[in-house]
């Protein structure tokens, strides 16, 4: 596992961010802002 990369669940799902397999971050960013939320932490 790379150093960058890191993982967030709840009780319903599992994310894994990998950076270097994230081409089109910004487009998520911008689109899905409840899912990619910059004001929250996990």
Request: charged share 40%; with cysteine; net charge positive.
């Amino acid at each position: 596992m790379d150093k960058n990369e890191r993982s967030y669940s709840n009780n319903e799902i599992k994310v894994h961010w990998k950076p270097k397999e994230c081409v089109h971050a910004g487009t998520c960013f911008r689109e899905l802002r409840k899912v990619f939320d910059p004001s929250r932490r996990p």
